[in-house]
């Protein structure tokens, strides 16, 4: 049985409590919001924290709501309770899509939007016990020197796996951070106290699966904003896994597409994860499809010119556990059905 290891635990009841608790401890602080990534991470020593600064007890970071034009989702809001909101399902269906399809029904209720928004990446050589990645010499990403998926690579290209992180792409969210001065903030002009930053979804990420995003750790996610999309807005996710009741995505994929009152594609976005430690964006999706009417013969052949082009740019590569060729096969199988799944 694999033990936790021995942390102090902050059960703060407010955003500015949290933020002083994590400043207050030092680096080795994590959040933790529903647990079920971070504590099997803790578990593997993946990750060392002395300190945990649980978010359960702040009930201003629950809950959906409209803010004028914005749909706004508090990080600690359950992926089940996502999934089931009529207000996701409206304003972004592919998000609502994608929160009902992560891990297993247990997972959705103790796992939170926030939570998954900032998951670590996966792969198959570090998803391991302590043991188990010892014998193997470790790796770039943690305690060792190089990279198994790529060798001689010099950047970890741990994958990228949260499902929502897709269709949080597609329509655009802005995800809001708050965090304490720190004393060299303050010495360059900003003030002090709680600072509030916030991140296009698609400027959150880097190319380097070691730690893939642009915030850091002291930095707390607070909310999750969705703008108000137009009145044709669709919206699919489509999810590849070998067991369909629980595990990781081996690919995601999530499409959006507007429609005008004439049935016009007016904006398209495509977006694939878990090929790489950030998100891809199919940046021929609009080429191809703006313009097209579904059902014509125009749309089916710029469809199909689109899956084939997306092939070169969303590779898979052995990073996760599963065949990579299929997975790779797989990639214009499932754009094909999230556009479909649009129309
Ligand atoms: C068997 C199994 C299957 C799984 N399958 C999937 C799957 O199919 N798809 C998928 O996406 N995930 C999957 N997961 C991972 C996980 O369950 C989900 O991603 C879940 O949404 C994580 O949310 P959490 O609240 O439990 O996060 P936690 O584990 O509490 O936290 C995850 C990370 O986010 C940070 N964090 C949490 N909240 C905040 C915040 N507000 N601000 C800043 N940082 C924060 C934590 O510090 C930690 O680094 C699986 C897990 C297991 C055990
Ligand atoms: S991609 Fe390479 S460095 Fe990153 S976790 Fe996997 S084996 Fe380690």
Same mark, same amino acid.
């Given at each position: 049985?694999?033990r936790l290891p021995t942390f102090e635990l902050h059960k703060p009841t407010t955003v500015a409590a949290a933020l002083e608790a994590a400043a207050a401890s030092g680096p080795a602080t994590?959040?933790?919001?529903?647990?079920?990534?971070?504590? $099997?991470?803790?578990?593997?020593?993946?990750?060392?924290?002395?300190?945990?600064?649980? #978010?359960?007890?702040?009930?201003?970071?629950?809950? @959906?709501? #409209?803010?004028?034009?914005?749909? /706004?989702?508090?990080?600690?809001?359950? #992926?089940?309770?996502?999934?089931?909101?009529?207000? %996701?399902?409206?304003?972004?269906?592919? #998000?609502?899509?994608?929160?009902?399809?992560?891990?297993?029904?247990?997972?959705?209720?103790?796992?939170?939007?926030?939570?998954?928004?900032?998951?670590?990446?996966?792969?198959?050589?570090?998803?391991?016990?302590?043991?188990?990645?010892?014998?193997?010499?470790?790796?770039? &990403?943690?305690?060792?020197?190089?990279?198994?998926? @790529?060798?001689?690579?010099?950047?970890?290209?741990?994958?990228v796996s949260n499902d929502s992180i897709a269709p949080l792409y597609t329509v655009g969210a802005k995800l809001v951070f708050q965090s304490l001065a720190t004393p060299e903030m303050i010495?360059?002009?900003?003030?002090?106290?709680?600072?509030?930053?916030?991140?296009?979804?698609?400027?959150?990420? &880097?190319?380097?699966?070691?730690?893939? &995003? &642009?915030?850091?750790?002291?930095?707390?996610?607070?909310?999750?904003?969705?703008?108000?999309?137009?009145?044709?807005?669709?919206?699919?996710?489509?999810?590849?896994?070998?067991?369909?009741?629980?595990?990781? $995505?081996?690919?995601?994929?999530?499409?959006?597409?507007?429609?005008?009152?004439?049935?016009? @594609? %007016?904006?398209?976005? /495509?977006?694939?994860?878990?090929?790489?430690?950030? $998100?891809?964006? /199919?940046?021929?999706?609009?080429?191809?499809?703006?313009?097209?009417?579904?059902?014509?013969?125009?749309?089916?052949?710029?469809?199909?010119?689109?899956?084939?082009?997306?092939?070169?740019? %969303?590779?898979?590569?052995?990073?996760? $556990?599963?065949?990579?060729?299929?997975?790779?096969?797989?990639?214009? /199988?499932? @754009?094909?059905?999230?556009?479909?799944?649009?129309?």
């Open positions: 049985m694999l994590r959040f933790v919001a529903g647990g079920t990534d971070l504590l $099997p991470n803790l578990k593997h020593e993946m990750i060392e924290a002395d300190h945990l600064v649980s #978010l359960a007890g702040i009930e201003s970071l629950r809950g @959906i709501r #409209l803010d004028g034009d914005d749909l /706004v989702i508090g990080p600690m809001t359950s #992926l089940t309770d996502v999934a089931s909101s009529e207000l %996701v399902q409206e304003r972004a269906p592919a #998000l609502a899509q994608a929160a009902g399809v992560v891990a297993g029904p247990q997972h959705r209720n103790q796992g939170t939007l926030g939570g998954n928004v900032m998951l670590d990446t996966r792969c198959q050589w570090i998803n391991q016990s302590y043991f188990w990645r010892s014998a193997l010499g470790f790796c770039l &990403k943690k305690d060792g020197t190089e990279c198994h998926v @790529i060798e001689g690579g010099k950047r970890c290209v741990a994958a010495a360059a002009g900003a003030p002090e106290g709680v600072q509030t930053r916030p991140v296009p979804v698609d400027a959150l990420f &880097k190319a380097d699966g070691a730690y893939n &995003k &642009k915030v850091g750790l002291q930095e707390l996610l607070t909310e999750i904003r969705i703008p108000a999309l137009p009145a044709g807005h669709r919206g699919s996710y489509q999810k590849l896994r070998l067991r369909g009741s629980i595990d990781f $995505p081996q690919l995601g994929i999530a499409a959006r597409l507007d429609l005008d009152e004439a049935g016009v @594609i %007016v904006h398209a976005d /495509v977006v694939a994860i878990v090929v790489a430690a950030r $998100p891809v964006r /199919v940046k021929k999706a609009p080429d191809q499809l703006v313009g097209q009417t579904p059902g014509t013969p125009g749309f089916e052949a710029a469809l199909a010119e689109l899956c084939d082009l997306a092939t070169r740019s %969303v590779k898979a590569l052995p990073n996760i $556990p599963g065949d990579t060729e299929w997975r790779q096969r797989m990639v214009p /199988v499932l @754009i094909e059905d999230a556009i479909r799944a649009c129309v």
